[in-house]
């Protein structure tokens, strides 16, 4: 089991340390989205090294897809497959039974759905899904849950929650028979149960309350920013989190921007992934001190600057805003591979300050200025 040590508290922001068979990670931290087991722009594990990356986060249900979990056990596992030796975590896919709606059919004993690549029949349940992220090997395997909506009804969100409980039983006892296997990767994985619940403050805790006493290595809040307001996204974590043990590091999925880690931090969160450095990098739009930017914007075309002064990532460290530009406008790779390695720098960056504000007692002075800057643009 993975030992979580609190070092520094302001509030309920917690800096903390969780020690894994794959290294120790240093928490507030944000996790480098690897769908397919590769971060989308061009972006090597080599890359990640060198901009203080410390977890990668792959998708359960895409590997599943292809090349297949079975052909990534036969290469060693994840690790050895991209050639990455700190932590990884797996997201289950449950949250593909969010977004893949329209091709599933959820039930007692799983979700039944077809594939998004060749449409072929896919069955995945709690032992199937924890099978998987065995042979995938990960750190960290997250329990597989449904992802409600966050405009489900009351008594439909309540079901889901039920169901995602029993699941959760389910995923444990698997992990725990797989761990045992001679022939398993990674006998020392950690399994991360899921607070579900809409929008609900009261299914939302009855449900905390009912994973906690199953004593995982952690617990992450999901089924949020999944369309309802940052407003009650916070709200959600402020009442929730409480609930939830101190002494186990908590992850909010799939959040988020800038501005929502740290207010996540702020009410206790310690473990984030998001694909916006990603997706937004690829795009052309960057992340600064003073806000984002749209290097496709004609004003760039004679910018000599980098991306952002003081920047230590590969991108500002040798190239300008004009030259980049050019990249994105000639459709060459190397402006989208430039803009995510900016991207994911500025978080993992952001993080580290995160980190050094917690323990000198300064956090809220530090969100509020690095919140004040952001709003510039």
């Known amino acids: 089991m993975g030992k979580y040590r609190i070092l520094a508290e302001e509030g309920r922001a917690k800096r903390a340390e969780f020690e894994t068979v794959h290294g120790t990670i240093q928490t507030p931290v944000f996790m480098n989205v690897g769908t397919a087991a590769a971060i989308k722009g061009a972006v ?30 036969k ?8 050639v990455w030796d700190k932590p990884i975590l797996t997201d289950s896919g449950g949250f593909q039974v969010f977004s893949l709606a329209g091709l599933r059919r959820i039930k007692e004993e799983g979700v039944y759905f077809n594939s998004h690549v060749d449409g072929r029949k896919i069955f995945m349940g709690p032992e199937e899904s924890m099978q998987i992220q065995s042979n995938l090997a990960s750190t960290i395997a997250m329990a597989f849950d449904e992802c409600p909506s966050s405009v489900a009804d009351r008594k439909y969100v309540q079901d889901s929650v039920d169901r995602t409980a029993r699941w959760l039983q389910r995923c444990k006892v698997k992990m725990q028979e797989l761990n045992q296997r ?39 809040v999901g089924g949020l920013a999944v369309g309802e307001s940052h407003e009650e996204m916070y709200h959600i974590l402020e009442e929730v ?39 937004n990098g690829r795009h052309g739009h960057v992340y600064t001190n003073e806000g984002k930017l749209n290097l496709f914007n004609q004003k760039y075309e004679l ?48 993080m580290e300050e995160i980190r050094a504000a917690l323990e000198e007692g300064r956090f809220a002075s530090y969100k509020r200025a690095k919140l004040e800057g952001m709003m510039r643009r």
């Open 44 to 73: 090597s594990t080599m890359d990640l090294q060198g901009i203080k990356t410390q977890v990668e986060l792959s998708n359960t249900y895409h590997l599943h897809v292809r090349p297949g979990d079975e052909v990534v056990k």
């Open 75 to 82: 290469m060693g596992g994840l690790h050895k497959f991209m």
């Open 182 to 220: 001679e022939d398993t990767i990674n006998p020392h994985q950690m399994l991360f149960g899921i607070n579900q619940g809409a929008i609900y403050p009261d299914i939302r805790i009855d449900h905390a309350k009912r994973i906690t006493e199953m004593d995982l290595d952690g617990y992450a």
């Open 241 to 279: 989190v409480p609930y939830l043990p101190k002494d186990k590091p908590t992850y909010l999925m799939g959040v988020g921007t800038p501005a929502n880690i740290l207010e996540g931090v702020e009410r206790g969160i310690d473990f984030f992934d998001c694909v916006y450095p990603t997706r």
């Open 303 to 350: 910018d000599p600057r980098p991306i952002e002064e003081g920047c230590q990532c590969p991108a500002c460290r040798h190239y300008s805003r004009a030259y980049i530009r050019h990249l994105l406008k000639a459709k060459e790779m190397l402006g989208m591979r430039l803009c995510v390695l900016h991207n994911l720098y500025f978080y993992n960056n952001m």
